[in-house]
């Protein structure tokens, strides 16, 4: 019911910043929780942050936080990933995921909509 296309990736040295954008298709793109997950090769895709429908909540996993920000911009149908301070250890590829507004958040499995995918590579 939803389309996600992300964009932004890029290369950048240690403490450098990314945005990433996760631009939406859909009428109810505000009704979905929105989450960014990242995955380098030979590793388990892991959660990064979510935010709620609205807006009005956020998460994070613990290794990004402070460093990173999600928000969203429902007039825009667009998610944003803004990365700060970035280590050689964010070196993944980011994907954003769209699943209705409820429980499970940060579970991979519970998003049923996904982006292709957008390289970050963090050098050192």
């Known amino acids: 019911q939803v389309r996600l296309v992300e964009s932004g990736g890029g290369l950048v040295q240690a403490g450098g910043s990314l945005r990433l954008s996760c631009a939406a298709s859909?009428?109810?793109?505000?009704?979905?929780?929105i989450g960014w997950f990242r995955q380098a090769p030979g590793k388990e895709r892991e959660f990064v942050a979510a935010i709620s429908g609205s807006g009005g909540s956020t998460y994070y996993a613990d290794s990004v936080k402070g460093r990173f920000t999600i928000s969203r911009d429902n007039a825009k149908n667009t998610v944003y990933l803004q990365m700060n301070s970035l280590k050689p250890e964010d070196t993944a590829v980011y994907y954003c995921?769209?699943?209705?507004?409820?429980?499970?958040?940060?579970?991979?499995?519970?998003?049923?909509?996904w982006g292709q995918g957008t390289q970050v590579t963090v050098s050192s």
């Open positions: 995921a769209a699943k209705p507004d409820g429980r499970r958040w940060s579970v991979a499995g519970a998003y049923a909509y």
């Open positions: 859909g009428r109810t793109f505000s009704s979905y929780t």
